[in-house]
């Protein structure tokens, strides 16, 4: 029975669970969607954002951040953490000081890979220690390297990560994946405009309210980190609307 | 005596006799004071079915006072989103009773306008067919109460040519496989049926161990006992709250000979449903 070896991190259960766990990957699920593409030329990130109390300052609700950013702005690191947001904030500031750290000792600006890394055994740390629980937290990591290749990582609470072409976390994620499975093509991404319309189509399969409760950040290579404001993500989902329809009336002509 | 992990030390039930019974017997008579207490919290804990316009209780049950062919329940939020949406809208649905209950976990609300947040039970009735009648159950109805909401409903001889559909939710880790739940489907439909139901299911049955809990799960057994005709749909999802995949999840079954004639207007529907699940999405501060 998972109840009787699942109080303490420390205890595997005779069929080789570590419950605490897989219990904290529950905990992602109840943040909200977020989706990472990588496109040959762009990484685009984008997280579903819901509504905040009415006295609540939304500028203290930020969910795209960046880890690392160099002096010219062209390397940037931006990642998203789901989950438990105090776990995010810490793990955050550990990153941040981490890529400042590297860049002193060895004077270049930390990969993508390395900061994923990093991240990921610090989350693993925190599956083997006795008396502390493993961080709610899932994340996706996206940036360039110096060789100019567009990367993203997803880490999970078991200090596991992997590349991916495209993923996403969260809420209804599985949903989300299987769009993305179904839409991710090579011509999708060649174009920067289409990585950053199937991102939003992704999206748009789990938030309920369209455009305006999503944030999206990208990155194209040697440009800075560009986060969309709400004009221009409406635009992008004005012109998805109009394709869909458009894509509607021909198999209707197609059918008759 | 045993020690917990905590550290405190417990007495542990002894089923042998002890030298203390003596002691124990007289321990466990009842004061008065007691059994005032006992008689108050019992009628707290009483279920109450009322017409809510009058405030009066009704004399009968429900199902006694309203015979019907077709009996529809939705317990929790997202079987009463997908009701609101796809079934209520079809037509005029007037109130014909709601039952009001205390417990620990809920107390249901009084006020006429309810929002999707709060807690009720209230029982509607189709204007033009009387032979459909809704629950749309969203308190919990806690072990001790629910025989006496199914005596309250059903009464204490049901009729046996009535269909009874129970829609509910449960998380998806409460579904028993040796798959992780990340690789299921989730949110899924399962079945599970009574005897006397011959219709088709509209998507597989639960696996063994197929056991479900709370009102439901009275439900079906009340169903069963009594030869009743009844049939659950379980949606297993990762959402509890309410969430617009989930209530999708609950589709299939509009199609089955439980709602023929209740669904007229399938995207006017999504439309109200997309309207109930946005009113509430205020961000929680601990998940991000």
């Known amino acids: 029975m998972a109840s009787r070896y699942d109080r303490a991190i420390t205890v595997f259960s ?57 002096v010219c702005m062209a390397f940037a690191v931006i990642t998203i953490f789901i989950g438990l947001t105090a776990d995010a904030r810490v793990v955050i500031n550990r990153a941040r000081v981490e890529c400042q750290s590297h860049k002193l000792t060895v004077e270049d600006p930390v990969t ?24 709610g937290i899932s994340a996706l990591i996206v940036g360039f390297d110096d060789d100019g290749i567009p990367r993203l990582y997803q880490t999970d609470p078991s200090g596991t990560y992997h590349a991916w072409k495209a993923n996403a976390i969260g809420r209804s994620a599985k949903t989300v994946r299987e769009f993305l499975e179904k839409n991710y093509t090579e011509d ?7 990585a950053i319309k199937l991102a939003i189509r992704a999206l748009l399969e789990v938030v309920q309210s369209g455009g305006k409760n999503i944030e999206l950040a990208i990155i194209r290579r040697n440009q800075p980190l560009k986060m969309f404001n ?18 509607e009336k021909r198999k209707s002509k197609k059918s008759t | 005596m045993a020690a917990t992990f905590f550290g405190e030390v417990v007495r542990a039930p002894c089923r042998a006799g002890t030298e203390e019974e003596e002691e124990e017997e007289e321990g466990r008579r009842e004061t008065p004071e007691d059994r005032e207490v006992r008689l108050q ?33 939705a317990i929790g939020s997202n079987a009463v989103a997908f ?53 749309q159950c969203s308190c919990y109805v806690a072990e001790d109460q629910q025989y006496q909401w199914l005596e309250k409903v059903f009464g204490s001889r049901p009729r046996k040519n009535m269909q009874v559909t129970i829609l509910t939710c449960r998380h998806v880790t409460d579904y028993k496989t040796s798959e992780s739940t990340c690789s299921l489907p989730s949110p899924f439909l399962k079945a599970l049926k009574t005897e006397n139901f011959r219709d088709q299911t509209c998507c597989s049955l639960l696996e063994q161990p197929n056991i479900v809990h709370d009102l439901p799960a ?53 439309e109200i449903l997309k309207k109930l699940t946005t009113t509430n999405q205020i961000q929680s501060n601990i998940y991000t």
């Open chain 2, 218 to 270: 009275a439900v079906l057994s009340y169903c069963q006992v009594w030869n009743m005709s009844a049939v659950l749909y379980l949606c297993y999802t990762d959402v509890m709250k309410l969430d617009l995949i989930t209530v999708e999840a609950f589709k299939p079954i509009l199609s089955s000979r439980s709602f023929k004639g209740l669904v007229k207007n399938i995207p006017q529907s999504t």
């Open chain 2, 41 to 73: 919290l019992a009628r707290k804990r009483e279920v109450r079915l009322l017409r809510r316009q009058t405030k009066t209780c009704l004399e009968f049950s429900l199902l006694e006072k309203h015979p019907c062919s077709r009996f529809i329940i």
């Open chain 1, 230 to 247: 709400a004009k221009e993500i409406e635009l992008q989902v004005t012109e998805i609307e109009k394709e869909k329809e458009e894509a």
């Open chain 1, 14 to 70: 005779p069929d080789g669970h570590l419950f605490q766990v897989e219990y904290a990957q529950e905990a992602v699920k109840k943040g909200s969607t977020a989706v990472g593409i990588r496109g040959t030329n762009i990484v685009v990130l984008g997280v579903e954002k819901k509504s905040v109390a009415k006295l609540q300052d939304e500028r203290t609700v930020r969910k795209i951040c960046a880890l690392d950013d160099h």
């Open chain 2, 83 to 135: 009701l609101s949406s796809f079934v209520m809208n079809s037509g005029v649905w007037e109130e014909i009773g709601c039952a009001k209950l205390w417990n620990e976990w809920c107390r249901t609300a009084d006020s006429t306008h309810l929002s999707p947040t709060e807690a009720f039970c209230v029982f509607y009735q189709l204007k033009a067919h009387h032979s459909v009648i809704l629950c």
């Open chain 1, 188 to 194: 999708a991404i060649a174009n920067d405009n289409e």
């Open chain 1, 112 to 135: 993508v890979e390395y900061i994923t890394r990093f991240i990921a055994t610090l989350k693993q740390k925190y599956t083997q220690s006795n008396g502390r629980r493993p961080f």
